[in-house]
Every structure is written in C-alpha cells, then in structure tokens.
C-alpha cells in the first residue's frame, strides 16, 4: 500500500532520518520501533503527509505522494486517521464534539446520522455514556480512546497511531493494544504503529520494522525480531542499559564538552 525509497529527513542539518526503505502492507498491522529519538514520528509524520522529507520517495500504491495534484493529496489524506503521541484532542470541545468535529469539518453528513455514528465510535472504545466529558476530565487512558475514536470516525482506509500506550498504566495500555488489534481486524484498515512498547509492539504486529539513530536496522516478523542475533536488536528488545546502543547521543566527548574544548559543537538555544 505504501511504499518508501531512501527516504530521509535532516533537521538544521542533523539527520533525523537516513535512507529508510519501509513497505506499508494493506489491511496489515505495521509496527514501528526503536529507542527515544530514533525517528519513529519522523518517519510516521512523513509517510501521513504532515512534513516534506529532504530525499526520497513515497508511493501510495503506484501514486507518488509528494508530487501529487492538491486536491488528490486532500482526498488521500481524508482516508488517513491519525492519533497522535500526546492525544491532542481540542480542549474546549467535550468528548461528543472532539470525536464529530471531523465528520463535520469533512463531510456533508446531517446531525442525526453523525450523532448515530459518534454513539457507534464511541461504544467500540468503551466511552459511550462519557460524551459530556470535557478534555480535563478524562484519565490519559480515556483521553487514548477518544482519540482512537475521532480517529476511526469516518472508517479510515489506514490509521497511524503514534505511541498509543504511553504514559498509561499497564492495564489501560493492554486495553488500547487489544482496542487497536481488534478494530484493524474488524475494520479491515491498514495500520501503522509507531511505538517503544517492545511487549504491545510485538503482540499485534504483522511486519516490525527497528529504527536505530534514523536507520531501520532490523525488520520482519514479531518472530525474526525476537530471535534476531543482532546485538542491538537483543539490547532493545530486552530492555539493557548496556550494549552496542548508547545512552547517549552525543559525538562530543564528556570531558571534551565540560572543558569546553574547540570543536565542540553547541546548539543556540
Ligand atoms: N521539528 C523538529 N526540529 C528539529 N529536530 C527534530 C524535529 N523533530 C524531530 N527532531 C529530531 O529528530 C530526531 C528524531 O526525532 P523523533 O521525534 O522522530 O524521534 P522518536 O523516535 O519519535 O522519539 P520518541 O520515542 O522520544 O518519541 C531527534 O533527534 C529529534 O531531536
Ligand atoms: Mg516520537
């Protein structure tokens, strides 16, 4: 379904993203993994359309994605639902209004057949009844599924999900994974899931892809990823503080920074 060739994002000059090959199956489950700066919303925000890469190429089918006319680019995106890391759902909007603001923004549907279909998005992730709530009222949790739901509003051919269960406790995040499993079978949409929960990740993946600083240094199935002999892909799956994958990022010296040695480089802030 989608299809990415060297694809590569730099950032004030500092790669984000370097050359990544990544095939998007339909109707599959796609898991993006890898440490905390590794590029996974890089690359998920590149693949919905949200930023322009710096090289490469995205093919949605045998349609190029960057080069194509606006109002198909438009219509394409309509088919995309997206949640994103923290949420974001309007504040000023309660939980009924967060989830039909889409389909009122982006279709001509009239207010019973959207109540209709808010009250359907809402009982498949568990909070019909809640729709009065306000934004401040929801657990993170409850705020995941709303977003799911708004997400799913209008039967999205593929939906992104970027760090689904972060920042939940481990029964809400087992709830939301097994929401997300459950809807792209029943649904029958494509899925791409960006994540650094290596347990959710494996369990509803298809094909994982492991990115490391900006590359994809591993991909297959939940299996190849479990039994790799790559020693970077055992660290990240088994969680150890140490091994070929540093804590730290920086390509100056601890010592070298504290002395303010030439060379060093310093970011304004
Ligand atoms: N808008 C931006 N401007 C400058 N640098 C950015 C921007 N977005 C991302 N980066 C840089 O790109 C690299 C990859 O970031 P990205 O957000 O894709 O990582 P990630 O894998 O999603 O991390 P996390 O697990 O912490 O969410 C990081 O070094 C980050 O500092
Ligand atoms: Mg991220």
Request: charged share 20%; glycine share 8%; aromatic share 6%.
């Amino acid at each position: 379904m989608i299809r990415c060739k060297a694809l590569s994002k730099t950032y004030a000059g500092i790669p984000a993203l370097n050359g990544v090959d990544l095939h998007v199956r339909a109707h599959k489950t796609t898991v993006i993994m890898g440490g905390s700066g590794s590029g996974k919303t890089t690359l998920l925000r590149l693949i919905a359309g949200l930023e322009k890469p710096s090289g490469g190429e995205i093919y949605y089918g045998d349609e190029d994605f960057l080069h194509m006319p606006h109002r198909r680019l438009y219509e394409l995106r309509q088919s995309m639902g997206m949640v994103f890391q923290y949420s974001a759902l309007l504040n000023s909007l309660n939980v009924y209004d967060n989830v039909a603001f889409t389909l009122h923004e982006h279709s001509d549907l009239d207010s019973d057949i959207i109540h209709t279909i808010v009250t359907m998005k809402l009982e498949q992730v568990g909070l019909r009844g809640m729709e009065h709530l306000m934004p401040s009222e929801l657990s993170g949790g409850m705020a995941k599924r709303v977003a799911l739901a708004r997400a799913i509003a209008m039967d999205p051919g593929i939906v992104f999900f970027d760090e689904p269960t972060s920042g939940l406790d481990p029964i809400s995040a087992g709830v939301i994974t097994s929401l997300i499993h459950d809807l792209s079978i029943k649904s029958h949409h494509t899925s791409v899931v960006v994540t650094h929960d290596v347990e959710a990740g494996l369990s509803i993946a298809d094909y994982v892809v492991l990115l490391w600083q900006g590359e994809i240094i591993a991909e297959g199935s939940a299996d190849d990823i479990r039994h790799s002999d790559d020693a970077r892909v055992n660290q990240f799956i088994e969680g150890k503080p140490d091994g070929p994958i540093p804590f730290s990022r920086s390509s100056v010296t601890y010592i070298d920074d504290l002395l303010h040695k030439p060379g060093t480089v310093r970011m304004e802030p």
